[in-house]
């Protein structure tokens, strides 16, 4: 087994929760939740969603920090030290998953970059029409490659300073804020003519929605839960295995899932006030619609701009949290297994990214690609296969793992495991099913 001597720790409790939230807290937050909430019956999808997130993100957030914080190491190194027979290759779904997400992840992020100076300089066009070529033309080519190399450097500042110095000091200003400016962008959606009307539309509750759709609701909320807990990537394993005194890894789930969920919540407050003030369908979900749809609003309103130009600003510090997490687990990666120095690591990494992201930044089409390949396969099949695992064949070592910093677990020591072992399970297979089909 490799030497633990000299592997950095968090410094705080509250820097590994913060860190956590950051990951978690991204586009699922800002665009996703809302859009899918709104269409798939508003507050009785919310009800769902939530359902899932106790009862599915919990034990499953849970499983990746008991593996984490056992073994010390990144996802490969720790399914090695875990795993028995061909399970102990299993870390490597991890690093292909988080590689493909971040070569288009940072592409995203950049044109965020570019949308927070467009409010500023030129302003957004005010119809969907004119926002979509608008879009068009800045989402691809010379402008997409820029940003995201922008982006990508963002993240070797970060990332390369370390745990303590970079990601966590990051977390600790990047958290804060986008909690702060979500709020008050709440407030002041609640102003808007079209707010009341919005309400309705995002939280009354339709039953006759679920129970006539429910076979898309369901996979819709289950995937959403895995997508924005940020599960299924190893970074809840990698950020667990820089945890140094134990603690009480239930609490600290409960909390970090706490968090997402409220920023999940207060976006559908600003967004659908926005959207029909602006006298704007909200329209089709998706990772372009963000950047048209809701630009469009803000070209619409009065200080559209500057509003916006905040708004964007927001999206890319979630973005930029998050796409330090996925950066992590690979660089982690090349620390332990291959001894590389952190700061080459993380050089190489992010290099290595830029090249992957040139053919998503030159065009969409292969973006959305990537796209459907990561979220609707890979991320839900190492989610599958881990939790699989660990509940059948490591089971014992888990309960007790999370005993640590906890004392005796109660009724939660078995019924975590539990869930793991079947509803979580089902509920995988079921999308991951839904998801080749697709
Ligand atoms: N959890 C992030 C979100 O809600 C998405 C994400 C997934 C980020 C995986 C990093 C890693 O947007
Ligand atoms: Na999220």
Same mark, same amino acid.
């Given at each position: 087994?490799?030497?633990?001597?000299?592997?950095?720790?968090?410094?705080?409790?509250?820097?590994?929760?913060?860190?956590?939230?950051?990951?978690?807290?991204?586009?699922? &937050?800002?665009?996703?939740?809302?859009?899918?909430?709104?269409?798939?019956?508003?507050?009785?999808?919310?009800?769902?969603?939530?359902?899932?997130?106790?009862?599915?993100?919990?034990?499953?957030?849970?499983?990746?920090?008991?593996?984490?914080?056992?073994?010390?190491? &990144?996802?490969?190194?720790?399914?090695?030290?875990?795993?028995?027979?061909?399970?102990?290759?299993?870390?490597?779904?991890?690093?292909?998953?988080?590689?493909?997400?971040?070569?288009?992840?940072?592409?995203?992020?950049?044109?965020?970059?570019?949308?927070?100076?467009?409010?500023?300089?030129?302003?957004?066009?005010?119809?969907?029409?004119?926002?979509?070529?608008?879009?068009?033309?800045?989402?691809?080519?010379?402008?997409?490659?820029?940003?995201?190399?922008?982006?990508?450097?963002?993240?070797?500042?970060?990332?390369? @300073?370390?745990?303590?110095?970079?990601?966590?000091?990051?977390?600790?200003?990047?958290?804060?804020?986008?909690?702060?400016?979500?709020?008050?962008?709440?407030?002041?959606?609640?102003?808007?003519?079209?707010?009341?009307?919005?309400?309705?539309?995002?939280?009354?509750?339709?039953?006759?929605?679920?129970?006539?759709?429910?076979?898309?609701?369901?996979?819709?909320?289950?995937?959403?839960?895995?997508?924005?807990?940020?599960?299924?990537?190893?970074?809840?394993?990698?950020?667990?295995?820089? @945890?140094?005194?134990?603690? &009480?890894?239930?609490?600290?789930?409960?909390?970090?899932?706490?968090?997402?969920?409220?920023?999940?919540?207060?976006?559908?407050?600003?967004?659908?006030?926005?959207?029909?003030?602006?006298?704007?369908?909200?329209?089709?979900?998706?990772?372009?619609?963000?950047?048209?749809?809701?630009?469009?609003?803000?070209?619409?309103?009065?200080?559209?701009?500057?509003?916006?130009?905040?708004?964007?600003?927001?999206?890319?510090?979630?973005? @930029?949290?998050?796409?330090?997490? @996925?950066?992590?687990?690979?660089?982690?990666?090349?620390?332990?297994?291959?001894?590389?120095?952190?700061?080459?690591?993380?050089?190489?990494?992010?290099?290595?990214?830029?090249?992957?992201?040139?053919?998503?930044?030159?065009?969409?089409?292969?973006?959305?690609?990537?796209?459907?390949?990561?979220?609707?396969?890979?991320?839900?099949?190492?989610?599958?296969?881990?939790?699989?695992?660990?509940?059948?064949?490591?089971?014992?070592?888990?309960?007790?793992?999370?005993?640590?910093?906890?004392?005796?677990?109660?009724?939660?020591?078995?019924?975590?495991?539990?869930?793991?072992?079947?509803?979580?399970?089902?509920?995988?297979?079921?999308?991951?099913?839904?998801?080749?089909?697709?």
């Amino acid at each position: 087994m490799p030497s633990e001597r000299g592997r950095e720790q968090w410094s705080t409790r509250i820097g590994f929760i913060l860190a956590a939230v950051g990951s978690a807290v991204g586009l699922g &937050n800002v665009w996703r939740f809302p859009f899918v909430a709104g269409e798939a019956g508003g507050a009785g999808f919310v009800l769902i969603y939530l359902l899932f997130v106790a009862f599915v993100g919990l034990p499953a957030i849970l499983v990746e920090f008991v593996v984490g914080r056992r073994t010390r190491r &990144n996802p490969v190194g720790a399914m090695h030290e875990i795993g028995r027979g061909i399970w102990k290759h299993l870390g490597w779904i991890f690093v292909v998953t988080t590689f493909v997400i971040m070569s288009y992840y940072s592409v995203v992020a950049g044109w965020t970059i570019r949308y927070a100076i467009l409010g500023l300089q030129d302003g957004y066009s005010d119809t969907p029409a004119a926002a979509g070529e608008q879009f068009a033309a800045l989402a691809q080519g010379v402008d997409a490659v820029g940003f995201h190399a922008l982006f990508l450097l963002a993240i070797v500042a970060i990332v390369g @300073l370390g745990i303590r110095r970079g990601i966590e000091l990051a977390a600790k200003v990047m958290v804060p804020s986008i909690v702060a400016i979500v709020a008050a962008l709440a407030v002041w959606a609640a102003t808007l003519d079209g707010a009341g009307a919005a309400y309705g539309y995002y939280l009354s509750p339709d039953l006759g929605t679920i129970a006539a759709e429910w076979t898309t609701i369901l996979p819709a909320a289950a995937g959403q839960a895995f997508f924005t807990l940020s599960l299924g990537f190893g970074i809840m394993i990698t950020y667990a295995s820089y @945890l140094g005194e134990e603690r &009480n890894l239930a609490a600290d789930g409960v909390v970090i899932i706490a968090f997402d969920t409220a920023i999940a919540v207060a976006m559908g407050l600003i967004v659908f006030p926005i959207l029909f003030t602006a006298g704007i369908d909200p329209g089709e979900p998706g990772v372009g619609a963000i950047f048209i749809t809701l630009a469009a609003a803000f070209g619409e309103l009065a200080a559209g701009g500057l509003i916006g130009a905040i708004f964007f600003g927001t999206v890319v510090i979630a973005a @930029l949290s998050s796409a330090i997490s @996925l950066t992590e687990v690979v660089v982690s990666y090349a620390i332990d297994e291959r001894g590389m120095k952190r700061a080459r690591a993380t050089a190489l990494v992010c290099g290595a990214l830029f090249v992957l992201g040139l053919g998503p930044a030159y065009d969409t089409v292969l973006l959305e690609l990537y796209d459907e390949l990561a979220d609707g396969i890979l991320l839900v099949l190492s989610a599958l296969l881990l939790t699989a695992y660990v509940a059948w064949q490591w089971s014992e070592e888990a309960i007790e793992e999370l005993r640590r910093g906890i004392g005796r677990l109660g009724p939660l020591g078995t019924y975590w495991i539990w869930l793991a072992r079947g509803p979580v399970l089902v509920v995988l297979f079921v999308s991951l099913a839904l998801g080749v089909v697709e």
